[in-house]
């Protein structure tokens, strides 16, 4: 039987909500587990989670793309005596390719304080075996090429070379519900991302202005799946035509076209808030950022959410456009984001850049009931 | 004289607006100087922003600073002819440690389309002469450990080897004010320099609990002062005694203690959305992250901000403590922040974790006049 330790951050530092946060990520582990048809038990330790598999090999990558996890290392169990441990650590700088030109150092923690050797000592016998073994170079810093990791727990010794990186943040789930902005362009799937990692379970709603671009939001969604192990995306897809088109026409008529950007985009907050009560969710996420378009300015996030009570969350307000993209990359939503885009077919000729709010207040009055659906 | 080349990235994808950021980077760029006691002439041309200098080496660590800067380097400027090129070129590598062993490549931009080699052309005549005198090992990809550059202009070559990082973003002033509540811990220092980044003019707010969190949260603003040329931050200070003991008085009466973060909180935005108006602000900025305190929710982010119109933008919503840390280390706050740390001598022993809207709402209206600073 294989097995993987997993490492979990912030969750240690919970106090008292600390066995929540667990059974959330060990749920979710689970679920990680089933998804990829591997068969695994799932249990939690001191500061460790546990998975016990014969699957090793393939459950590594889906386990990197839990949230909670920091980092985790396919380990290798031996009885928690010295011999033992010296010759797993061995086995373990030789497979993680430790040799003359390549640094070592090893880590031991030892949580059975009984052990005849403290860490210190545990750390120079199977350091100086290695060294014998593979003549490689001891480096004790954080540089070294290789870190042999040691845990010495009461009835069992783990040894592991390797260190996967883990994607951080908090299980999902464990922070409530809300409802993301999605498009097919590369900003909201990256926000949605973020505020997925923070544990929130993402209800996606995405406006169809073209069939194109919404196969572009399903895929990028899909691709933000891998990451949902332990919550299910139910999108919402609202047509253009019928929540959006028919104040655009009444902007056209009133030759108010130049606000056609932020009365689309209030209306889209409304609808966000409707299904938020639908959901449950307590905020509505969008990916703004500031100044990456001229109608992004902070009197245009001002106005549009004129009249909405929820918290809209934008966590790439503060980020450069070549952040976002370094995060769509890594989450696998670059690729489908980019594919030919198709421009707004709405998009004015000179959309407000500093909306008031007074202003809005007028256009949103003076359209009346089409903001809701209902007729002129 | 002395030449320092900086190089711009997302004000160059303004379009029309462009000349707006450009001219409010130049005059960002020249505040710096001034600040520093360095005589230079700031000048922009092509896709570059040039500062002619004899304090060339005093220089670089301010510009690199400034926000709309993605990177600098000092450049030797010689006449645009390919000896004085190639032998320009060898100084520069020779001066950047180029040697067996040392990698390097050469990249030629050619402004001058009327030059007698092209671009490749000039990367493979310097690369030979660099080679000849080094025998360093040419690489052509990104990974070299040294990039010689050679910008060929109508009237000159400009040519360096060395590149330094600046700190990205949009010039500050140019996407308006905010209104940013800041403290001595770590979050909320590091939120106010994210929307700096972001071209925003930050107005501090701070609520004075007891003198040295009041000192740190100053010396917080003399780290982020560093990145602000061209912006005067006028902190304003409020007394908790004043503004929020007496709401807190009042709730200590009621048996309703674990309201008091979320009364406090919510008192902090109304104070910044009446500074806000005061000095011209479109927004308030907080240091909220999701779930890193257990009063840190959804329910509570939704609750405080019940009645504020203003947009709250919260840059960090989406980082992991860990990421959080890694900017105010880089910014430097991080040092000031976690000197002795005074936890709020208010906080409840067991404060609300999901505040709904209709119970607050009804907590503030119990507490009435109080909130306005008025009598019970």
Redesign the interface.
């Known amino acids: 039987m294989g097995l993987i330790l997993l490492r979990y951050?912030?969750i240690a530092?919970k106090?008292r909500?600390r066995p929540l946060f667990l059974r959330a990520l060990r749920r979710n582990i689970r679920a990680c587990l089933r998804e990829h048809g591997i068969q695994g038990i799932v249990s939690s330790k001191g500061q460790r989670v546990y998975v016990e598999t014969e699957q090793v090999a393939e459950a590594t990558a889906p386990l990197q793309r839990v949230f909670g996890v920091v980092s985790l290392s396919p380990v290798t169990e031996v009885a928690h005596e010295v011999e033992a441990i010296v010759n797993a650590g061995v086995r373990e700088a030789l497979a993680a390719g430790v040799k003359p030109g390549v640094s070592y150092r090893v880590q031991a923690r030892r949580s059975d304080k009984s052990f005849p050797l403290i860490s210190p000592e545990i750390n120079r016998v199977v350091g100086e075996a290695i060294y014998e073994a593979t003549q490689g170079d001891v480096d004790l810093s954080r540089d070294a090429d290789v870190t042999i990791g040691v845990e010495v727990q009461r009835d069992r010794a783990l040894l592991y070379g390797r260190v996967l990186r883990g994607p951080?943040?908090?299980p999902v789930g464990?922070?409530?519900?809300?409802v993301a902005l999605v498009s097919g362009g590369i900003d909201s799937p990256v926000?949605a991302w973020?505020?997925m990692?923070?544990?929130?379970g993402v209800v996606p709603l995405h406006l169809s202005q073209n069939d194109a671009e919404t196969a572009k939001t399903l895929a990028n969604l899909e691709q933000l799946k891998r990451y949902a192990y332990g919550w299910e995306f139910r999108p919402t897809v609202l047509q253009h035509a019928e929540v959006v088109a028919p104040a655009l026409a009444a902007l056209a008529e009133m030759r108010e076209e130049r606000w056609s950007c932020l009365v689309c985009k209030h209306l889209m907050l409304r609808r966000a808030q409707e299904l938020a009560a639908e959901v449950g969710a307590?905020?509505i996420v969008m990916g703004d950022?500031?100044?990456?378009v001229?109608s992004q300015?902070?009197?245009n996030?001002?106005a549009i959410?004129l009249g909405i009570?929820?918290?809209?969350?934008?966590?790439?307000?503060?980020?450069?456009?070549?952040e976002i993209i370094e995060i769509a990359r890594r989450i696998g939503t670059f690729d489908v984001s980019t594919r030919v885009q198709h421009a707004c077919p709405f998009l004015p000729a000179n959309p407000i850049t500093g909306g008031s709010?007074a202003a809005l207040q007028e256009i949103l009055e003076a359209l009346g009931p089409i903001l809701d659906g209902g007729a002129p």
């Open positions: 951050g912030e530092l106090g909500n951080g943040g908090l464990t922070e409530g519900r809300v926000a973020l505020m990692k923070r544990g929130c307590d905020a950022s500031l100044g990456q001229a300015t902070l009197p996030l001002r959410s009570e929820l918290p809209v969350l934008r966590p790439l307000i503060g980020m450069d456009k070549t709010v």
